[in-house]
């Protein structure tokens, strides 16, 4: 289904694409985005099809407030929510080229893709962008969009069917990684690859140790929707872009502001909050990070870190220690009237992962006793979105 809004006489119109699920919605968007990058008909605003709350919320996102775009917006997507309401991020058409271009750049020249994730988020719609300026059609995982679970046999045996004479790249979230990992064909069909893009969600230190010691050209990324996706690459920023701290402290550390071609040009129907983001040509993120020697280094989300009975404790540093000892793990921050906020702890156990007690004594000893989670969850799984961040409104919801 498709649908068109924008004020008449002004700016261009936003198409709304709804993407099914699998394959089929994948290649849809893939024959769309050619007109869209040269600016011919109107922008595509990209969402999952479906009637839940979080398609719904997207939907809302890219359409904003009836109003037309800018000539030169390619895309509108919307941002993952993970934390609140989603975001319609307007993508130029140059800038999605400029960061498939550095990305190449980056990574040697133009190959083949494997896509494993879904096209309604920046990184999926990448490496369609990357597909069409490689003049290569990538192969598609039957999965992405949710239409299954993923398979590391089905990523295997496409893996082998990409060209061989051309270099293999492919895009995966942490999540996927660490299945692949634990499967012997999966396992070998990543080694097969030149590059092994890792993003949407940060990559566990553990994970990324076992990757390398396997021989896995694994890359950690970093960028957003507003970035037209990854901008820096294993702590190097690509060619073009800027990374500097914003009044840093006695460390160095402080908020992350990027410059660069690939930026978006701002948010649909919100003129204030890319007026707050968007300043002097800079994105000015909610990360908190250091640039050492020109190396970035990403420690958390601004409001990751905590008062906690007057002791600065960083959420993310927490979730990392605990993702160490388990399968998986997630930390929430609450306000508290008595200490300031309080930490839950969503952990899903490894036959290794000791007890709560042992947790929180773990905690204590590396990261301090004001970092010990008020309250633990032993869960089968954490939700995550299909960009590979956990879904933190649906822990919160839950309990």
Known sequence: MTEQRGDRGTGREVRLLEVEPGRAGTSTVYAALPD????AGPALGIVPAGS????ARA???VLGRSRPVDDDVAVVLATSGS????????????ALLASARA?????GGPG?????LPVTGVGGLQVLVRSLVAQVEPLVLSSVGGA???????FADLTWRLDPSLPAYTSIVPAQAARLLDDEAGLAALRAYEAVLLGGARTPPTLLARLREHHVAAITTYGMTETSGGMVYDGRPLDGVGVRVLEPGPDGTGRLALTGPTLA????GDDGLTASTFVDGSLVTGDVGRVTDGVVEVLGRLDDVVQVGGVNVAVQAVEDLLASVSADACVLAAPDDAWGSRLTAYVVPSPATPDDDALAALVADRLGRAAIPRAWRRLDVIPHLPNGKPDRAALRRDG
């Open 36 to 39: 869209a990058l040269a600016g």
């Open 52 to 55: 839940d709350g979080a398609a």
């Open 59 to 61: 939907r809302d996102a």
């Open 83 to 94: 934390t609140g309401q989603p975001r319609g991020v307007l993508l130029p058409g140059a």
């Open 103 to 107: 990305a190449y750049s980056r990574l």
């Open 112 to 116: 083949a893709w494997l896509l494993a």
């Open 148 to 154: 299954g679970p993923f398979d590391p046999q089905e």
């Open 265 to 268: 040009r701002g948010y649909l």
